[in-house]
């Protein structure tokens, strides 16, 4: 047990699956931060963005890696449809009084969203699961063998979660983006623009996810129902992090990273789903507030 605790490979193993899961729970944050809405289909984005990079590799030979700011991209733009065409009448009907309601609002219409994809894609693709072979190349350093896929998605995905803190951080946009789910009705006494910021959300959110998908094809099969634990992954990264706080997603994606990964090597295989699902109940009832949460203003 020893040697399987300080186990290099099974070290870089759970880096790449925190990055891959920091990366999809970023959009999930942003879109429940900003408008306090329960996306339970952002597991089904990634679901498409998956099935966009396999068809861009076997039907016209596209690399995945090429292929994938363009999947970002429409991911982007179905998130600006989604918003204009269904969630921002939604956001302005809100009031003080009904604001409670729009949780469990927009968790049956994103829940009714997710059984759409997951149906049509079946319909369209059938059920199987699809894989592809896309740089299995193995470096070894020291006893650590290393794919270069898995190294890819370890670069990307973190990559993209820290430019994305930097641009919160650091850029007039982010600040604005992190002010809205601060103190959303203070935001926008001073003048921000809060429906641009909730599109950016959206905007973000989806790309994020759809790139998710791409990068999680590179790893493993997939089929139109795989999306659901992504979505459970993504809560529990929010839960642990704290909303709106994306460092704190970053140490909490890596932190559920290390307890599938090794917790796997320790038990089973066929357990990985207990091992999830068990991580998003404890979540629940240990650390409600979040690991490094920061304490917000109830809107």
Same mark, same amino acid.
């Given at each position: 047990?020893? =040697?399987?605790?300080?186990?290099?490979?099974?070290? *870089?193993?759970?880096?790449?699956?925190?990055? !891959?899961?920091?990366?999809?729970?970023?959009?999930?944050?942003?879109? @429940?931060?900003? /408008?306090?809405?329960? +996306?339970?289909?952002?597991?089904?984005?990634?679901?498409?963005?998956? @099935?966009?990079? &396999?068809?861009? *590799?076997?039907?016209?030979?596209?690399?995945?890696?090429?292929?994938?700011?363009?999947?970002?991209?429409?991911?982007?733009?179905?998130?600006?449809?989604?918003?204009?065409?269904? *969630?921002?009448?939604?956001?302005?009907?809100?009031?003080?009084?009904?604001?409670?309601?729009?949780?469990?609002?927009?968790?049956? !219409?994103?829940?009714?969203?997710?059984?759409?994809?997951? +149906?049509?894609?079946?319909?369209?693709?059938?059920?199987?699961?699809?894989?592809?072979? @896309?740089?299995?190349?193995?470096?070894?350093?020291?006893?650590?063998?290393?794919?270069? +896929? $898995?190294?890819?998605?370890?670069?990307?995905?973190?990559?993209?979660?820290?430019?994305?803190?930097?641009?919160? #951080?650091?850029?007039?946009?982010?600040?604005? /983006?992190?002010?809205?789910?601060? $103190?959303?009705?203070?935001?926008?006494?001073?003048?921000?623009?809060? =429906?641009?910021?909730?599109?950016?959300?959206?905007?973000?959110?989806?790309?994020?996810?759809?790139?998710?998908?791409?990068? /999680?094809?590179? !790893?493993?099969?997939?089929?139109?129902?795989?999306? &659901?634990?992504?979505?459970?992954?993504? *809560?529990?990264?929010?839960?642990?992090?704290?909303?709106?706080?994306?460092?704190?997603?970053? %140490?909490?994606?890596?932190?559920?990273?290390?307890?599938?990964?090794?917790?796997?090597?320790?038990? #089973?295989?066929?357990?990985?789903?207990?091992?999830?699902?068990?991580?998003?109940?404890?979540?629940?009832?240990?650390?409600? +507030?979040? !690991?490094?949460?920061? $304490? %917000?203003?109830?809107?």
């Amino acid at each position: 047990m020893i =040697d399987t605790l300080l186990s290099g490979q099974l070290l *870089f193993s759970a880096l790449v699956t925190g990055s !891959l899961y920091a990366l999809v729970a970023l959009g999930l944050n942003l879109v @429940y931060g900003t /408008m306090r809405m329960l +996306n339970v289909a952002h597991g089904d984005l990634v679901m498409l963005g998956a @099935y966009g990079a &396999f068809w861009a *590799f076997s039907l016209a030979g596209v690399s995945p890696l090429l292929a994938a700011p363009l999947v970002a991209a429409a991911g982007a733009a179905v998130g600006i449809g989604l918003y204009r065409g269904l *969630f921002r009448g939604m956001l302005a009907k809100v009031t003080p009084s009904t604001a409670g309601k729009l949780e469990g609002n927009s968790l049956l !219409l994103f829940f009714g969203l997710s059984i759409l994809m997951q +149906n049509i894609v079946a319909l369209a693709f059938t059920p199987n699961n699809r894989a592809y072979a @896309y740089l299995g190349e193995v470096y070894r350093i020291g006893n650590v063998s290393m794919t270069a +896929n $898995r190294l890819l998605v370890l670069c990307v995905a973190g990559g993209v979660c820290v430019a994305v803190a930097l641009f919160l #951080s650091r850029h007039v946009a982010g600040l604005a /983006m992190r002010a809205v789910i601060e $103190r959303r009705e203070a935001a926008s006494i001073v003048g921000v623009d809060v =429906d641009r910021v909730q599109r950016l959300s959206f905007a973000v959110g989806f790309g994020t996810a759809a790139l998710a998908g791409v990068l /999680m094809s590179m !790893l493993e099969q997939f089929s139109p129902f795989s999306g &659901f634990p992504f979505t459970i992954a993504g *809560f529990i990264v929010i839960i642990l992090g704290g909303l709106g706080n994306v460092t704190g997603g970053l %140490l909490a994606a890596l932190l559920l990273g290390v307890i599938e990964t090794y917790g796997v090597a320790l038990t #089973s295989a066929n357990l990985r789903s207990v091992l999830l699902y068990g991580s998003f109940v404890v979540a629940l009832l240990v650390f409600p +507030n979040g !690991l490094l949460a920061r $304490r %917000l203003v109830t809107r």
